[in-house]
């Protein structure tokens, strides 16, 4: 396939094999639970929210009488065993699947996302020997992308629907942030669209209407001319110190012309001999 795909289209088939070279771990890797029909949007909408996740390791022990170890990926291996998302592994490392990723089921709220691996390795002698499921409750702490995955609790000691509950912290499972405009910014939005509006349809009005050209195009000209020059006069009013009538203080030196012989005494040089 790559053969034929690498003579005719050579950057698409790069594309296709950078992707496979990396040990790409995707959330589509789940297989939704019950997916004999398309899965559900809302399910696969919620796991898509959580592929930040599926790059990490997930690993904690258990402390009590038995000495366990979890791991776990978000739709990824954790152990050496296929299709195995949560696995136990005990002191002398044997592998046992608590819950399969090949058989998902994704639930959520405002803040929390519940990640459900059924399909786990059967129960010996608990649980009526069905099989392991494990959940993992993901709440939204916007401070990280993944921390303190621990044990909650492992719930076998009922006759059926028994579970491994674990929880872990991640900013996924917090809802988008929603941006508010205030009345203020929302209302300078309309302003300034109006005033938008307002030139450019006054533009073209004046300029294919009316005929205008420069200056004339812009709507209402001498109106903006007139408001300009009343506040350059208001402005000139309120702010200077002066007041207009009086005498302006250097207006033309009266003084005597200075030297005024001399000019005459030197224009008369310049007659005609
Ligand atoms: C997670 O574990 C797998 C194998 O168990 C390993 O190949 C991978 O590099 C690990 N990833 C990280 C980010 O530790
Ligand atoms: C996976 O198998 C390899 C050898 O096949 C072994 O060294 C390793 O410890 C195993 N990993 C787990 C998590 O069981
Ligand atoms: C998941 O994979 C296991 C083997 O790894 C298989 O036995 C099981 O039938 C699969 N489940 C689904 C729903 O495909």
């Given at each position: 396939m790559n053969v034929r795909c690498a003579s005719v289209w050579p950057m698409l088939c790069?594309?296709?094999?950078?992707?496979?070279?990396?040990?790409?771990?995707?959330?589509?890797?789940?297989?939704?639970?019950?997916?004999?029909?398309?899965?559900?949007?809302?399910?696969?909408?919620?796991?898509?929210?959580?592929?930040?996740?599926?790059?990490?390791?997930?690993?904690?022990?258990?402390?009590?009488?038995?000495?366990?170890?979890?791991?776990?990926?978000?739709?990824?291996?954790?152990?050496?065993?296929t299709n195995g998302g949560l696995v136990q592994l005990d002191e002398k490392q044997q592998e046992?699947?608590?819950?399969?990723?090949?058989?998902?089921?994704?639930?959520?709220?405002?803040?929390?996302i519940m990640l459900i691996y059924n399909e786990g390795d059967k129960y010996d002698h608990h649980c009526d020997k069905e099989s392991r499921k494990a959940i993992v409750m993901i709440s939204c702490n916007r401070k990280t992308v993944q921390s303190d995955f621990t044990v909650i609790v492992?719930?076998?000691?009922?006759?059926?629907?028994?579970?491994?509950?674990?929880?872990?912290?991640?900013?996924?499972?917090?809802?988008?942030?929603?941006?508010?405009?205030?009345?203020?910014?929302?209302?300078?939005?309309?302003?300034?669209?109006?005033?938008?509006?307002y030139i450019i349809g006054g533009f073209l009005y004046q300029r294919l209407v009316v005929g205008a050209k420069g200056m004339e195009q812009f709507p209402n000209y001498s109106f903006w001319q007139d408001l300009g020059n009343l506040t350059a006069d208001g402005c000139d009013f309120i702010c200077r110190s002066r007041t207009q009538n009086a005498p302006p203080t250097y207006r033309g030196v009266a003084s005597e012309p200075l030297g005024g012989e001399e000019v005459e005494e030197r224009d008369d040089h310049l007659l005609p001999m």
């Open positions: 790069l594309l296709f094999l950078s992707k496979d070279g990396q040990a790409d771990i995707s959330t589509k890797n789940c297989k939704l639970y019950g997916g004999d029909g398309t899965p559900s949007v809302i399910e696969q909408n919620l796991l898509a929210k959580l592929e930040p996740l599926t790059k990490f390791n997930f690993t904690t022990q258990e402390n009590e009488n038995e000495k366990f170890t979890y791991r776990f990926r978000v739709c990824g291996q954790a152990g050496n065993i046992t699947v608590v819950g399969r990723y090949n058989s998902t089921q994704v639930i959520g709220g405002s803040d929390w492992e719930e076998r000691n009922r006759p059926h629907d028994c579970f491994y509950l674990f929880e872990l912290d991640s900013n996924a499972a917090c809802p988008a942030e929603v941006h508010q405009l205030s009345a203020g910014s929302i209302l300078l939005i309309v302003f300034s669209s109006c005033l938008i509006l």
